[in-house]
């Protein structure tokens, strides 16, 4: 399962890193919108709202499939 960004007008890779860095770092969309524009980026604060709405559950889904599963059972040294 991979995110699709089909009909975009940014490339995929801009697209997962503005998501990745508004979920990650306590960022407002326009502010995230200000970082961007700093590295040539230019994209309105709405549109940052979309992706970070349509993308997030998908990279979300797309990390917990990937997750290594825990051993039932775990033993634990006693710590004095």
């Given at each position: 399962m991979t995110v699709a960004c089909k009909g975009t007008h940014f490339p995929k890779s801009?697209?997962?890193h503005a998501v990745f860095f508004y979920v990650r770092y306590p960022v407002s969309?326009?502010?995230l919108q200000?970082?961007?524009a700093e590295r040539g980026i230019?994209?309105?604060h709405?549109?940052?709202n979309r992706w970070v709405v349509r993308y997030s559950p998908l990279i979300a889904?797309?990390?917990?499939?990937?997750?290594?599963?825990?051993?039932?059972s775990w033993r634990v040294d006693e710590t004095y």
């Open positions: 801009i697209i997962l969309y326009r502010d200000e970082i961007l230019a994209v309105d709405a549109t940052l889904a797309q990390a917990q499939s990937r997750k290594r599963p825990t051993a039932r």
